[in-house]
């Protein structure tokens, strides 16, 4: 009987294993196939290229800081004060999940682009794939900073009110402890998001704003160049799966009701 289990427990692992092979290790290795060994150093060498990686890491670190600096009052808020509308504020900040990415990228450009209703000063500006990845990402750090605030002890809070301590100091030694893995990981989706994001940068971005991805895109599509291509795809893999683990840790901890040292 335990034989029997153990077969089917094995064939039934064959499909999604099967799966990964297929469509996860089977085009990792044909990307090492590459002659990248040069190719990396000469990517490196690049200034066109180094420009490019560059921007791409600068972009998605100004996106976090933005959206931490308007995240963590917007989270208090929603957390602290009971007002109406609240409920419903919670739940459109789930809209730009579900929205399609052309379809914000085109309201971006309705609005602050060549002939935006708002501003038509930002066609050709870093700042319309910066607004772009700020509205994209924005509801990822208030929930984050929402639930850390909704963590926090009540009778801590009570009790800092009764020995005098004011907002600022509760907030600095009562709240921020819990808080800052919550901001933490989701500050590493947020930059997990603008790194390897596509669809915003390929609109918003244009030639000279282009990302990384925008980049792997224009090699393949028009230069048919694979070696370059690769050595950029293995890169955003290596920072994407950097941030994924730093991601699941400081979840595990925050769901702990634990803090990390942020490295």
Partial sequence: MNLRRLCTTLLLALVPLGFLAVMVVAPLFALAAYDSGGMVREILQDGYMRHRIGWTVFQAAVTCMLTVLAGVPT?????????FGRGWILRLLMLPFVMPTLVAGMGVLALFGAHGALWAGWQ??????????????LPVLVRSAYQGFMQVP????????TLGAGAWRRFTDVEWPVLRPWLAGGACLVFLYCFSGFGLALLLGGNRYATVEVEVYQ???YELDMAQASVLVWLVLAVTAAAGLLYARLS???????TVRVP
Wanted: hydrophobic letters at 50%; proline letters at 2%.
């Fill in 154 to 161: 009540e009778a801590r809070l009570q009790t800092a009110r």
């Fill in 252 to 258: 595990r901890n925050a769901a702990a009701g634990k």
């Fill in 124 to 137: 050709d500006t870093p700042y319309l794939l910066l607004y772009g990845n700020v509205f994209f990402n």
């Fill in 75 to 83: 989270g208090w808020v929603l957390a602290r004060l009971d007002f």
């Fill in 219 to 221: 090699l393949i599509a």
